[in-house]
């Protein structure tokens, strides 16, 4: 049998990526089925993603005392099982059992364990693997995590119309197998730890670095400017255009998945002849833009196609980010990357939650909810401008 090269592990990581978009994004598609089918309330519904969101907040911040003092190759397999069985059991136990709620929820900790261990784990892996340019490969990774995002949306969505909404459960055992043979892939490749433990600088070191800080405060509004604008645009599109809910996630969502994924494959391809930090900049202003437009724009057309393109002007904020920490700080660590995903995670959680409130106090106006989000890129955008102003002072940093 040949060897497996570097190669194949930067590709079980982008399959990785693809794991998580399905961790992140199936269950949503499932919410109306589980309400209408099973009359399960729409406040316990929601809980599901508010379960996943927060078992993988706890396995950011848990594997911060363990990461890298385990084998990343058994922890990025037991998170694909993980994954995997948490769709089997999705497909096979939920439908048949009695109190289905139990079981949804029982799925949802399975998979979003093994969710909230991908974010930790498969930046570091592909940050070990030998490259030119780690910031191009970093980019790649989470293009990745886009493109399963579209393909999460539509092939659902076709599926459903192809089985019927009664079998859904049906989908779920097909999304597993994805996890499941990447688990197996993971065996076999090759993978680098990015720094040995008696080289490795502590997290209370960092913490005291104040580019740290920094490199978390923008992780944090990464997270939330994108899961802001992503989430509520099915929501966004349906209310502004009218249009069904599989319209609303193909205009809305799939849109905004589209140019993410596009922003990050160019980005990759054009990382030698840019300055990251000044891109993140550039991108930072573009975002605030954005937000602006589709939240003031008296033509409803052009607020969503704000939406569309804010997926580009995010794109490269989350892996820009982590790649200019890596850079930055290269003995940090498993560990550091878990706090990133930490802060991260935590953004996800906020944006979409202060979206929601806002837009509930204004009588249900979204447009509204994503003119105060704006506070997300703004921040982002003075943390960049921080952030250079220190390089400026310590060029050692180069960045």
Request: with cysteine.
């Amino acid at each position: 049998m040949k060897k497996l090269s570097f190669e194949h592990t930067k590709t079980a990581c982008y399959l990785g990526s693809v794991s998580q978009s399905i961790v992140c994004g199936f269950l949503p598609l499932l919410f109306v089925i589980f309400n209408q089918d099973y009359g399960i309330p729409l406040a316990l519904v929601t809980l599901f993603a508010t379960i996943n969101f927060v078992m993988q907040l706890t396995m950011d911040f848990t594997s911060l005392f363990y990461i890298d003092r385990v084998s990343y190759r058994k922890t990025i397999v037991v998170a694909h099982l993980l994954a995997a069985g948490g769709f089997l059991f999705l497909g096979l136990v939920a439908p048949r059992v009695q109190n289905t709620y139990l079981a949804v929820l029982f799925s949802v900790m399975l998979f979003s364990g093994g969710g909230g261990l991908f974010e930790v784990l498969l930046s570091p892996i592909i940050e070990g693997c030998p490259s030119k340019n780690k910031a191009a490969t970093m980019s790649m990774l989470h293009s990745m995590f886009a493109f399963g995002s579209i393909g999460v949306i539509l092939l659902t969505n076709l599926l459903l119309f192809i089985f019927g909404k009664n079998n859904w459960h049906y989908i779920a055992i097909i999304w597993a197998f994805i996890p499941f043979a990447n688990a197996i892939y993971f065996m076999l490749v090759p993978i680098n730890r990015i720094v040995e433990n008696n080289k490795r600088t502590p997290l209370w070191k960092l913490f005291k670095k104040k580019s740290f800080l920094v490199f978390i405060l923008i992780m944090f509004c990464s997270g939330a400017t994108e899961i802001a604008m992503s989430q509520w645009a099915s929501a966004f599109a349906e209310s502004s255009l009218g249009v069904s809910k599989v319209m609303g996630d193909i205009l809305g969502p799939c849109i905004f998945a589209s140019m993410m994924a596009l922003a990050r494959v160019m980005y990759s391809k054009l990382a030698d002849r840019i300055n990251l930090a000044k891109y993140l900049l550039v991108c930072g202003f573009l975002t605030v833009m954005c937000f602006f437009m589709a939240a003031l724009s008296p033509v409803k057309l052009a607020a969503l196609l704000a939406c569309g393109f804010c997926g580009f002007t995010v794109g490269i904020m989350w892996p820009g980010a982590v790649s200019l920490t890596a850079k930055t700080y290269p003995t940090g660590g498993a560990a550091m990357f878990g706090v990133l995903a930490l802060a991260g995670d935590i953004g996800c959680t906020s944006g979409p939650t202060l979206v929601g409130f806002v837009a509930s106090a204004f009588g249900g106006e979204l447009r509204m909810g994503l003119l105060i989000s704006t506070i997300f890129p703004i921040l982002l955008v003075i943390s960049t401008i921080l952030l250079m102003r220190r390089v400026r002072k310590h060029p050692e940093m180069n960045i």
